[in-house]
């Protein structure tokens, strides 16, 4: 197995990296190789799956699925395996993901590495409380990491940096059917906005929110609740592909504000109720391959945060001044969370998230640290699948888990052959 020179990115396509990369395809493969960073299909948007001037190893060749017991619903499959292939296959057999993140093509791997949440996380919690067994490549041995123990919580959710995660026993939720019953609702304001989302007793619940609006539309948005329903509905048309990197002008603040005027226009006044195939509900980028290049050729940022209850307040002022910038994309999401995390460095926490995409300039770049400072201040947290820009000096008040993690990472991999760029940036290794 040999390492081959690549230039790559992240989802965001802000931060790149150029280094060695190999691609097992089975497991004797992977074995053959020094221990190096993974990566799956990089969904995250930063630099938590690159590793610059030094190898890398991309596990999207080790996608097969090894085993299903259905009177329990454990699948064990390799960590290349993308989540929304999982759904694919196993919806028909009455069995889903119990949690699933906004884009399909995210792998089982990368999926454990961020303990992702979806848009049931109130209900759910998080991916890693779902995982009956991991199994690690680490340092030459084949590692078991079971639920309950220091190396689970350190491995889900932690970047991978207590070795190469190789495949894994995910317990699967029973489902009733195969496509979704999706309610719409406009949300005329933030206070409104929140009332729904804290409302929602479906399963899944999410709400786009119009970040260009101000004064009193201020927050306003969609706010969807949905549940797994039986029914026939025209599946979705082949993924459209965007086929070159879009002007700036494409996202300037006039055409995003008619965009998310018309967005929001689409659904009537009382609401309404419609039925989706589970992809258009759970994976709605996907329809687009590619569509991060509409940010143009320098790629884009996001900023997502989650912050208590208690700090609402805070997190309104944060989209005042989201609005008021004039740079924000149409691609903003808000939703309630509840407090379900499996691991030491875990996103999720009881309250509410914000996430809101950013074309990569330089404006966007200092609003961006301005609401770090923000959520710090409130008592939240930021989520290191999206985040490209943060230093480490805030990470460890946002995460008071951090030095449990660090003597976990420290006695499996003492060699840092693990770390990657986003690690290095906020010193999450370094006391």
């Not at 948007?45 to 017991?69: P, T, V």
């Not at 924000?328 to 808000?334: D, F, G, I, K």
């Amino acid at each position: 197995m040999s390492f081959k020179h690549k230039d790559y990115a992240g989802w965001g396509r802000a931060l790149r990296a150029s280094g060695a990369v190999a691609r097992p395809d089975r497991a004797s493969a992977l074995a053959s190789l020094d221990p190096a960073p993974a990566f799956g299909m990089r969904r995250s948007y930063g630099d938590a799956a690159l590793n610059h001037g030094g190898r890398a190893i991309d596990m999207s060749g080790l996608d097969r699925f090894l085993s299903f017991e259905a009177g329990t619903g454990i699948l064990e499959l390799e960590a290349g395996v993308r989540i929304g292939d999982v759904a694919a296959a196993f919806a028909p057999r009455g069995f889903l993901p119990a949690v699933m993140p906004g884009t399909g093509f995210a792998t089982v791997g990368g999926c454990i590495a961020q303990d992702v949440h979806g848009k049931n996380h109130h209900h759910a919690g998080s991916f890693g409380a779902h995982l009956a067994e991991i199994t690690l490549w680490q340092g030459g041995n084949l590692v078991t990491v079971l639920p309950g123990t220091a190396l689970f919580r350190a491995t889900v959710g932690g970047l991978g940096q207590t070795g190469t995660i190789l495949r894994a026993k995910l317990r699967l939720a029973p489902c009733t059917g195969t496509v979704m019953l999706v309610t719409e609702r406009r949300a005329r304001d933030w206070e409104q906005h929140l009332s729904l989302l804290d409302s929602a007793t479906a399963t899944h619940a999410v709400g786009w929110i119009d970040a260009t609006a101000t004064g009193a539309q201020m927050g306003r948005g969609i706010v969807e609740e949905g549940e797994i329903a039986r029914g026939l509905v025209t599946q979705r048309p082949k993924a459209a592909k965007v086929p070159l990197d879009a002007p700036q002008f494409a996202l300037s603040a006039p055409v995003v504000r008619a965009f998310n005027a018309a967005y929001y226009a689409r659904v009537p006044g009382a609401g309404r109720t419609v039925l989706r195939p589970l992809a258009d509900f759970f994976f709605p980028l996907d329809k687009i391959l590619d569509w991060n290049r509409l940010y143009g050729k320098h790629g884009f940022h996001q900023f997502q945060c989650v912050v208590p209850l208690q700090a609402a307040g805070a997190l309104r002022k944060m989209l005042e001044r989201i609005a008021t910038s004039g740079l924000a994309s149409p691609l903003a999401v808000l939703k309630r969370m509840g407090p379900g995390r499996a691991g030491y460095l875990s996103f999720p926490m009881e309250g509410y998230t914000l996430a809101v995409d950013f074309p990569n300039r330089a404006a966007a770049r200092d609003l961006i640290r301005v609401l770090e400072e923000d959520t710090a201040e409130a008592g939240g947290r930021l989520y290191f699948a999206k985040d490209a820009l943060a230093e480490g000096a805030r990470i460890a008040a946002m995460y008071p888990e951090l030095d449990a993690w660090r003597q976990e990472v420290a006695k499996a991999d003492p060699a840092r052959a693990y770390e990657t760029d986003l690690v290095r940036r906020l010193k999450l290794r370094s006391p």
